[in-house]
Each structure stands twice: as structure tokens, then as C-alpha cells.
């Protein structure tokens, strides 16, 4: 009985090659598609659960609230480290750390930049990154010892065995390695190529041990490991009681655990509490998919249900016989998983060829583990749920046909399945409609952004991250790039001019009582408004002639908006909790730092010199960019020698706060293509089946004097009415949804009446495209051909 299933379904396939190309095709290209979102989604799901206590696991969050709004540092102060260990017996253990950025390390001639993180011993206890050499209970244990990836293990050391080998580490120490780590999986959060142990930090940096009992500095990363079965919560509400127990009873501070399943999907704060981040995209994405597919099993179920009348034959002649209806059913749903089968071995190729250009666009190295039993198990019942699904319907309309009828000849098939196939049709062009809409809004948003005025001049910008080597020698790297014509302005500052590493608060003459407002805070040294082009609104830049000025400040516009002040220039400012005074010398220009599409913080900038952790350098204009950053070159080769010389420009930095939404944009825009692919596809089929069914009645009409024009409307109008209903029903969908998610953007474009219709007027373009040219190729007939069986 199965063999001849499969011989029945095998000839009518073979029979009906366009019916068979348009239906394996377009449902190909469906499961590609969603088997493309599939693993993306998967990927970012699963993000961080390598580790075997990922549940448990967590980083502590300060939560300040201001008269202005509630902020969320993943960031502490530093006795919180080692006091919660005994503090509350939910905590099983802490771990502090570090950023510690680009290092040098040197192995004889061998020399890498290498990115690394400062950590205290706990740290490979509490997250069980693999350790191929070594002890996780004491390999950071010594302020003398670091922990490789194998990776770079093998670039230092190549095939020599690494473990008790040392490396001078930053051009200044000898270190000892006491541990080789497998290099870390690439969904995770962490990203880091070497481990430093944070005592070493402490024994070099007296300074550290006096923050030890500061608990107003939040400026320390501080992990957590709770116990099991802890409840979050509770162990949230104990953290509260003790910061405002540390730093007096009118503090509204909280500390609560952010887990670390959540760092990846939910990395967006507002008002101190978790809104949503990635989780968003992957949401908006499964449900793509989702509709992708199911375009492509509607286009199934309207072409099987269009051709019932070339089966009804078959139907009758196996009732007659004794088949029953289940039996039917059976062939049926069998020939539709067969062709689901089919689809999905094409989709695989597809997906195949498209996985290393998929993988550059979302920056992953996405694959199928073909010899997982698990995927071939979810392969067959995907495959199984498609078919039973998408046949579903066809099988049982088609075993329904009454057998006396249908051999009688007085069964019309084809006009009892129009209803369903409106309304199949209808859903597609919804789906359509909506993803062709967030489409053009998701681009439109981007480009909003991208043209922003950021309150700076990113051309001819160039940073370097400043080493100790190169802080040393500032002076004389400052004075020959002037003297020799290579930049026009130079400056340092304690954060690139693309990121904020720091904020506080600020007391002034005449500030009202239980006004609380957080600051941006930037540490720069001279000309820093005129390096970057930030206009200066009132009063001066930091400029060469106030050297001696060592208490100084200037003011954002943002700043002195919410300060209420008319004439600040002049005035005196503290920072709380210090006593020193500072006096404000300019206000310049709110300058976008963080995230592109939220408003400019209040923040204000300090002269500072020595607080060096970026150099930024505004070049001359050159018609030879190659030529003058190899000038550049040859002068830190000379002032920083130990170090590589390397370079960032701040449009290239700048750009980069868009790669996420680029790249979501790029996946949208491509999806909804396809999605209006396979809807096309779809639509030709229908079309061409329609045409074909009709060819008699076009032939009579021709006879009749009807012209081309009018036999290609008859045909169109249908179809064109479908696509307004499509239209109609994805009109309000759209603009709810979309409307939704630019409200989650500080600075956004308004939703522009037009695009909705307009996206309704592509649709209904392309499928009077279509519909016209099967109605011509049939109109165009020979009329003697058409009728003369009649």
C-alpha cells in the first residue's frame, strides 16, 4: 500500500513539472529561510548556557534614582566584593573584575596585543570555561600568574608545552603561566584571551586598597554565584537593605543580582528595570519565519486544492472501488510530507550555499551538526508537522468528493474551493504587506540616526588606545605630530569621544533641595573641544594658554538646561561627595557619545591631563591619507617602539554602534523579499491555473468580440480584490506594531502617513504583473484550440 502511495505521488509530481517546481520551490526556499532564522535564533538563546551553573550565575547592578531618572550601572562599590560572601547565605561565592583591554605580551621575539581581563581567583570556579592545563581553584591564585586561551598559547609558544613558561607582560612584568584555557565558545558573553589575577592589580595599585571600604564608588564589577534554589528576589530586597544601611537611611539605592541567562536578551534598561534588548529581535524574527512558512504551505494548499478537479476522477474510481475516506486522507497527507521531504533536502542545499554569506551578515559561524541524531530527529518532525499541515486541508476537501457526482461529471470542484482560497491568499498578502511596511520603517529609522547631528566633527578623527609607554611620551608625540604638519589639533581624554566610562554628581550655587541629577563625566586634557569640533556655545575651550589651570570645567547644553542656570560661565561647582571647587570656564554643544538613538545626557568635562586613556588626533587634510598615517607611524614607532602601532578612526568606531540594528535591518529587508517571492510564486501558479481553467470561457468571450484588455481585466480583478482586502486588514496591524517599536527609540522618526499605501500599492503592482501575463498568454490563444472539443 506505501509503495503505492509513493508510485501515485512520484507520477503526479512527474506529470505536472510546473505544478510540482512552483510547489517544491516555493516551499524550499520557506524552510531555507526559516531554517536560516532557526539557527540564529537558536544561537542567541542558548547564549551563555555552556556553563553548568548559568542559572545561578550573575553580575550585581547599582540602581540609583535621580530627580530626573533611574539609571542602571553594572557596577558596585568595591567592599561589596568580599562582604556579601558572608553577608547572606543565599550568596555561594563573588568574584570581582576588570576590563583590562589591549595588552602587550611578549615571549622573545614573539610579540601580541592581546585582549585580556582582570578577575580574582574565584572567577574560573564560578564560570566553568573548560581549563585544558591547570587548576581552576588556584591558577589565578598569585598576583605573578595568567591564564592563556589555547589560542594564544599556541601563538606565544606554538607546540612548546606553555604551562610554567613566563611572558613579560604590558612591556613591565614577568608572568607566570598557570593555566591554558579552551578558546571560548562564540555564544558567549565574555570575550577575552588571556585572565590577570586582580591581587596583582592591588599590589601594584596602592590606591585600590582605600576604595576597600568606599561604598559610594560604584566603579567594580562584581559577579555572583547564589546557591541553589535561592530565590532571586528575596536575595535582591536583603542587597537593597544593605546599601542603604551602608550609605544612610534617605538613600534610594538598590543593588539587585542581573543573571546572566539574561545579559544577552535582556541588556536594555529603563527606569532601572530590564525592558527587552535582543529577546526583541529574536521574537520579531520567530515569528518571520513563522509567516515565511506559512506563505509557503498556503501556496501549497491553494495549488492542490486549484487542481481537485484533475483528482476528483481518481477520487471517485477509488471510492467505487472501496477505498475509504481515511485511506484517502492517508495518500494524501503521504503525498504532502513526501513533497515537504523533498522541499527540505532543496532548503538544505540552499541553506548550504547561503550559510557563509548569512554568517558574515550576522557576524556568527552558524551550521548544521548533520551528525547530531537530535537534528535529524527534529528534521523529521519538522518535516512531518509541514506536510500533515500544509496537506492537511487538500486532503481532506479532496477525500470528501461524493463518487456518483464526480463520475457523473456534475461535480465543480474548482468553483466550491474559492472561498478558502480567498481567504489563503488574503493572509499571504497580509504577511506580505506588514514586512514589506517594518521594512521600509526599519531602514528609514537607521538612516534617521545615521544623519543625526552628533555635535562633532568625525572626519580626519583618529584615536589610540594610550599605553603606559605612550603616556610618557605624550609631549614630545603631541609636539612632532604639530611641528610636522601631520595633525591639526591633538588631545587626551580618560573615554573615546564614542562611549561614556563614568558619571557622578554635581552640587552648584542655587541648586534646589532634593534636586538629584546624574552626570556624564569626562576627564580631557587641552583643546579637546577644538580637537573634536564640538562647538563652543559660551565662555572657552581648555586651550594652551590656562596650562596652569588645574580646575576647570565645562558644561554641555544638556547641562546647564537641567541645571536651570542662565549665566554659568564663572560659577563654582563641586562634585559629591568631594569638597573641591571647580570652576566652570564654557558650555559647548550637546555631543552624542553613547547610543546614537537616545537623547544627550547632562555632562560635564574636566581638565585633567594626567587621566589618560585615549588620544585622539584631528588630522590635516591630506589628498594621501595612506601617506600621512605612515608619517604618523614611523613617529610612535620611534616614541611608543614597544608597542604595535595601532590606530582607530572614530567614524569607523562610530559606525559600529550600528552594526546590530544594521544587520537587523539587512535580515528584515531580506526576508521580506523572499516572503514576497515565494507570495509571488504562488500567485503565478494560482494564476496560470486559473487562466488555464478559464480557457474555454475566454475562448467564447474572443468569439463574442471581447477584446485583450478586458478578458486580462475579467482575470485581474479577483485577484486585485484579494490584495486589497490584504491591504486592508495589515493597515492597522502595521502601523500598531511598528509604532511600537520606534517608541522604544529617544530619537525617531514619526511613522510617515504614505508608507503604508504605498506598500499596498507595490503589492497590488506585482500581482497585476503577474495575474496580466497569464491572462494574456491565454487571451493571446488560438480561439479554434480553446473550443474545438466543444
Known amino acids: 500500500m506505501l509503495r503505492n502511495y509513493i508510485t501515485i505521488a512520484i507520477r503526479n509530481l512527474t506529470r505536472n513539472t510546473i505544478y510540482s517546481f512552483i510547489n517544491i520551490g516555493g516551499m524550499a526556499v520557506g524552510i531555507a529561510c526559516s531554517l ?16 553548568e551553573n548559568a542559572d545561578r550565575l550573575g553580575v550585581l547592578v547599582t540602581i540609583n534614582v535621580f530627580s530626573d531618572k533611574v539609571t542602571a550601572r553594572r557596577r558596585v562599590p568595591l567592599p561589596a566584593y568580599e562582604y556579601l560572601k558572608e553577608y547572606d547565605s543565599r550568596i555561594k561565592n563573588t568574584c570581582i573584575s576588570h576590563e583590562g583591554g589591549d595588552k602587550l605580551l611578549k615571549v622573545g621575539d614573539k610579540v601580541i596585543f592581546s585582549e585580556g581581563k582582570f578577575v580574582s581567583n574565584e572567577f574560573l570556579s564560578m564560570f566553568r570555561f573548560p581549563l585544558l592545563r591547570g587548576s581552576a581553584n588556584d591558577a589565578l591564585l598569585e598576583p605573578g600568574s595568567i591564564v592563556l586561551t589555547e589560542a594564544v598559547a599556541k601563538e606565544l609558544f606554538g607546540e612548546k608545552d606553555p604551562m610554567g ?30 585572565l590577570f589575577p586582580w591581587s596583582a592589580i592591588v599590589t601594584g595599585s596602592p590606591e585600590w586598597i582605600k576604595e576597600s571600604s568606599n561604598w559610594e564608588d560604584e566603579a567594580f564589577q562584581v559577579f555572583i554565584e547564589m546557591q541553589e534554589g535561592a530565590d532571586i528576589q528575596e536575595l535582591n530586597s536583603s542587597l ?43 521574537k520579531s524574527f520567530s515569528l518571520i519565519g513563522l509567516f515565511i512558512l506559512l506563505i509557503a504551505c498556503i501556496n501549497f494548499m491553494n495549488l492542490a486544492t486549484a487542481r481537485s478537479e484533475r483528482r476528483a476522477r481518481e477520487v471517485g474510481i477509488r471510492k467505487t472501488i472501496g477505498s475509504r475516506r481515511i485511506e484517502l486522507v492517508r495518500q494524501f497527507l503521504g503525498e504532502s510530507v513526501l513533497i515537504t521531504a523533498l522541499a527540505f533536502l532543496v532548503a538544505l542545499v540552499i541553506v548550504q550555499l547561503a550559510l557563509p554569506f548569512f554568517n558574515s551578515l550576522v557576524h556568527k559561524q552558524l551550521s548544521i551538526d548533520y551528525a547530531s541524531p537530535t537534528v535529524w530527529a527534529i528534521a523529521i518532525a519538522f518535516i512531518l508537522v509541514v506536510g500533515i499541515f500544509s496537506g492537511s486541508y487538500p486532503a481532506f476537501y479532496l477525500s470528501s468528493f461524493n463518487p456518483v457526482k464526480v463520475l457523473k461529471g456534475n461535480l465543480y470542484v474548482g468553483r466550491s474551493t474559492i472561498a478558502p482560497r480567498k481567504v489563503l491568499v488574503c493572509m499571504q498578502f497580509f504577511f506580505s504587506i506588514f514586512l514589506i511596511v517594518g521594512m521600509i520603517i526599519i531602514y528609514r529609522q537607521i538612516q534617521y540616526v545615521k544623519h543625526r547631528d552628533m555635535g ?28 610636522l604638519g601631520i595633525a591639526k589639533s591633538i588631545t587626551v581624554s580618560g573615554s573615546p569621544v564614542t562611549d561614556i566610562h563614568k558619571s557622578s554628581k554635581l552640587d552648584w550655587p542655587g541648586r534646589p533641595e532634593g ?22 556655545v559660551d565662555g572657552r575651550d581648555f586651550t594652551d594658554e590656562f596650562k596652569s589651570d588645574s580646575s576647570s570645567i565645562l558644561l554641555n547644553k544638556a547641562a546647564v538646561e537641567v541645571m536651570g542656570v542662565q549665566n554659568p560661565v564663572g560659577m563654582q561647582v563641586q562634585l559629591i561627595p568631594y569638597k573641591k571647587k ?30 589618560i586613556e585615549v588620544i585622539t588626533v584631528r588630522l590635516e587634510k591630506s589628498n594621501d591619507l ?27 568606531q562610530f559606525g559600529k554602534k550600528f552594526k546590530e540594528i544594521d544587520m537587523i535591518g539587512i535580515l528584515v529587508s531580506l526576508f521580506a523579499f523572499l516572503a514576497i517571492f515565494i507570495t509571488c510564486l504562488g500567485l503565478l501558479g494560482l494564476a496560470a491555473f486559473t487562466a488555464e481553467q478559464r480557457t474555454k470561457e475566454i475562448g467564447i468571450r474572443k468569439t463574442m468580440g471581447a477584446s485583450t484588455g478586458s478578458i486580462i481585466h475579467l482575470l485581474s480583478k479577483d485577484f486585485t480584490r484579494l490584495v486589497i482586502t490584504g491591504f486592508i486588514l495589515a493597515a492597522p496591524v502595521s502601523w500598531w506594531v511598528l509604532n511600537n517599536y520606534l517608541e522604544r527609540y529617544a530619537y525617531r522618526i514619526d511613522f510617515p502617513w504614505w508608507i503604508i499605501p504605498s506598500a499596498g500599492l507595490a503589492a497590488l503592482l506585482l500581482t497585476i504583473i503577474i495575474v496580466s501575463s497569464q491572462a494574456r498568454r491565454v487571451a493571446m490563444g488560438n480561439v479554434v484550440e480553446s473550443l474545438k472539443c466543444e
Do not use: C
Open 36 to 51: 536560516l532564522i532557526s539557527l540564529w535564533v537558536w544561537d542567541e538563546v542558548t547564549y551563555d548556557r555552556f556553563h
Open 165 to 194: 613558561q613566563f611572558i613579560q607582560f604590558d612591556n613591565k612584568y614577568e608572568m607566570k603561566v598557570t593555566g591554558v584555557l579552551k578558546d571560548l565558545p562564540k555564544n558567549s558573553s565574555f570575550d577575552f584571551e588571556f
Open 240 to 282: 537593597t537593605k544593605l546599601i542603604r544601611e551602608k550609605r544612610g537611611n534617605e538613600n534610594k539605592s538598590e543593588i539587585a543580582v542581573y543573571p546572566l541567562l539574561d545579559w544577552r536578551l535582556y541588556s536594555n534598561f529603563q527606569n532601572g528595570k530590564l525592558v527587552g534588548g535582543m529577546i526583541d529581535y529574536v
Open 456 to 483: 562633532y566633527d568625525r572626519e580626519s578623527l583618529v584615536m589610540f588606545n594610550a599605553n603606559e609607554e605612550m603616556i610618557k611620551n605624550y609631549p614630545e608625540i603631541e609636539r612632532e605630530l604639530l611641528a
Open 515 to 536: 534636586l538629584d541629577i546624574s552626570f556624564s563625566q569626562v576627564m580631557t586634557g587641552h583643546n579637546y573641544a577644538r580637537t573634536l569640533g564640538i562647538k563652543v
Open 582 to 611: 571647580w570652576t566652570v570656564v564654557g558650555v559647548i554643544d550637546d555631543v552624542v557619545m553613547t547610543s546614537p538613538f537616545s537623547e544627550v545626557q547632562p555632562g560635564f568635562f574636566m581638565l585633567i591631563p594626567r587621566w
Open 626 to 652: 595612506k601617506e600621512t598615517i605612515s608619517r604618523m607611524e614611523s613617529i610612535f614607532k620611534k616614541l611608543n617602539p614597544s608597542y604595535p602601532f595601532e590606530y582607530q578612526f572614530v567614524d569607523d
